[in-house]
């Protein structure tokens, strides 16, 4: 379930892609259980999705979920599952307050903006020793989480900080191009997706605005050099937990790489390999014989496997153990995987 | 804060002035159509996301390799600014057709055709998305859409720390000219006399002779114009648009067409403005989130004080 059609759709296809590359593999062995992946647009909207999962549950009878994608849906949807008994895995919903309300049947692969904040900041840090930051976010709950782990982090290492947020669908940023301006930080990060992303990029550099520019998973998309332009993206940093192979690499990624080109038609992007890894983890179940919700949650309490995106296996909470953060940068009007955190350089 | 504020007045005072002109151009057609029919035709912000398209379209058409200057750029804004101006007029006279005149005819209540024009906005806006954005570019219709640049963010001159830039200058005179030629329109012309009669009292404007279907006709044409020159300004100012573009845009031209006055044509412009300059204010002290309240407690207060608006009641009654 997630974003298939609406603005920030092209985060959510790939995993999309991804669960069903996973599906039909697994299919394709002609398993004594064959599983059948039904789709859910909610357009990333916490009414749509209430609505949605409402009929998954009592008239499609899913026995498990993959997704929501985004973090307010998944707040919204969260005491449903319970009720439910619907285990659920999230390839890319981060906001940290999620494993926090005791949800049992809740899971997701990439690591949470308590991780991704503080791995942002403290790589900018290490790569340009800024004196100030300047925080900024949209008024979603995604947006608002990654940047408050942002500033937080900025703070502990001693970086002044300032914020501005703004409404998600406001159009005209000149208010929040004015604070930046005046403020003169050495390095901005936003919390939010690709469309809002692009369109501030673009205003703060025609605002005359250079600092260094940096944003989370939610603006990690080609779209967001669109939106800005080509000029204004250059040598944006953007950091995922996510793993997105390009096609120089090997091994299982190789593999993967290879595979979804084949069954999508598309390279791999954003949270592909995590919605195939949370597809596995539902399949790994059934395999093991686990066909009611309830039973497959139980699985999920112990599996364990190397997933394509990274090894994976869940916390109590419903957290990944492993919480590695990645570094692009638009290099040349294209993002360029740069490597893990601890170990990239910036260009330019 | 006092720092701040005097840090951050003039330039967002060019930014307040720039989008409340965006602003005001809409704010014409809701009170154009509100001063002849008393309708408020909510799928008016449709008509200016349309116009965003055309001006879309035909940018990527002429797809410039770099920003133009002098001649060149004066051509392709006027094309832009007469395509929106056209294609949005016409998709304006469309929308009475269909959505409105049945109705009227039928003699429908005002809620009646208020409920058609919301169900006509979300016609439009779906209809964007799965249809006409994906057929006029190839891409998925829900996403945001991107023009090449036609105009370099230059600056001009500056006044204290505020860069005035080129773009900034265009829609800030563009705005201007066209709310100057629509007022000379309404109040100078024959076809104008039509629109403030048929404002004042349509039955005497029907016994003078007064075509009611021919003025509500040219009243759709006119605002749905306006929406469309502010679609043109919109694209080359932010370089983007998506299939609902309109919607929070509308609204706020709405607010600026009560906070003037509605069925004024004057108060459209300066409610316009006005929204614009108190919304980029009051986000120094408050900051950007706090836009929409800051704007929406000024209309309380005015309309606390002032129930018809700033400049009160319509024009078209006082001067007919």
């Known amino acids: ?348 | 804060m006092l720092d701040d504020f005097l840090n951050q007045f003039l330039p967002s005072t060019v930014g307040g002035l720039v989008f409340g002109s965006i602003y005001a151009l809409i704010a014409l057609g809701y009170t154009m159509v509100y001063g002849v029919l008393r309708l408020i035709n909510f799928a008016h912000s449709e008509i200016f996301m349309i116009g965003t398209f055309t001006s879309l379209v035909v940018i990527t058409a002429i797809a410039p390799a770099s920003p133009l200057t002098g001649f060149a750029l004066f051509g392709v804004m006027l094309l832009i600014i007469v395509a929106s101006a056209a294609i949005s007029g016409g998709a304006a006279m469309l929308l009475e057709v269909v959505a409105y005149r049945p109705l009227r005819r039928k003699g429908a209540t005002r809620l009646t055709a208020l409920i058609s024009a919301i169900g006509a906005s979300l016609f439009l806006q779906e209809l964007f998305a799965l249809v006409i954005i994906p057929w006029l570019t190839g891409n998925a219709g829900r996403n945001q859409q991107s023009a090449p640049r036609i105009v370099d963010r230059d600056t001009v001159f500056t006044i204290g720390n505020a860069a005035v830039r080129t773009d900034h200058i265009i829609v800030v005179v563009a705005a201007v000219i066209m709310m100057i030629a629509l007022d000379r329109l309404v109040n100078k012309t024959k076809i104008g006399r039509g629109i403030r009669a048929t404002a004042q009292d349509p039955e005497a404007a029907v016994l003078m002779g007064v075509s009611i279907d021919n003025i509500v006709r040219v009243t759709f044409l006119l605002g749905g114009a306006m929406a469309g020159v502010a679609g043109a300004l919109y694209l080359m100012e932010f370089e983007n648009t998506v299939f609902n573009v309109g919607f929070v845009l509308g609204i706020k031209a709405f607010t600026a067409a009560v906070l003037g006055g509605i069925g004024n044509l004057r108060g459209a412009l300066l409610g316009g403005i006005v929204l614009g300059l108190i919304e980029n204010w009051g986000a120094i002290f408050l900051g950007s989130e706090w836009k929409d309240v800051i704007a929406f407690t000024v209309l309380v207060i005015v309309l606390m004080f002032r129930p018809t608006g700033i400049l009160g009641e319509s024009l078209q009654k006082a001067r007919a």
């Open chain 1, 1 to 348: 379930m997630g974003d298939l059609t609406g603005e920030n759709a092209a985060i959510v296809i790939p995993p999309r892609n991804g669960a069903v590359m996973a599906v039909n593999e697994y299919n394709a062995k002609n398993p004594k259980v064959k599983i059948e992946l039904v789709q859910y647009d909610s357009q990333g909207k916490a009414d749509q999705a209430t609505s949605l999962i409402t009929k998954a549950i009592t008239q499609d009878k899913i026995v498990a979920l993959i997704g929501p994608a985004f973090s307010g849906e998944s707040k919204a949807i969260g005491g449903q599952l319970e009720e439910g008994k619907i285990p659920s895995v999230s390839p890319s919903a981060t906001n940290p307050g999620l494993a926090q309300n005791g949800w049992t049947y809740w899971h997701r692969v990439v690591a949470n903006d308590a991780d991704q904040g503080p791995g942002i900041a403290e790589f900018l840090v290490k790569a340009k020793s800024p004196k100030k930051a300047f925080v900024l976010s949209d008024d979603q709950e995604y947006s608002v989480g990654l940047a408050d782990a942002v500033a937080k982090s900025f703070k502990d290492s001693n970086v002044a900080v300032e914020t501005d947020k703004f409404s998600k669908d406001a159009s005209d940023y000149s208010s929040t191009v004015t604070k930046v301006a005046a403020s003169n930080p050495d390095v901005i990060v936003f919390g939010g997706y690709y469309a809002q992303a692009g369109r501030l990029l673009k205003q703060l550099r025609d605002g005359g605005v250079k600092a260094t520019f940096a944003s989370g998973d939610g603006s990690l998309d080609q779209q967001l050099v669109t939106g800005a332009g080509t000029a204004a993206a250059e040598g944006a940093v953007l950091a995922c937990p996510c793993n997105i192979p390009t096609p120089d690499v090997t091994g299982a990624l190789k593999t993967f790489f290879e595979n979804y080109k084949k069954s999508a038609n598309v390279d791999p992007a954003i949270y592909a390999t995590e919605g195939y890894d949370a597809a596995t983890s539902f399949i790994k179940a059934v395999e093991a014989g686990n066909t009611t919700g309830e039973k497959i949650n139980e699985f999920l309490k112990t599996v364990s496997f190397e997933g394509v995106s990274k090894p994976l296996k869940f916390k109590a909470n419903g957290e990944p153990e492993n919480n590695a953060i990645f570094i692009y940068q638009v290099v040349d009007g294209k993002v360029k995987l740069l490597g893990p955190a601890e170990e990239a350089k910036l260009e330019g």
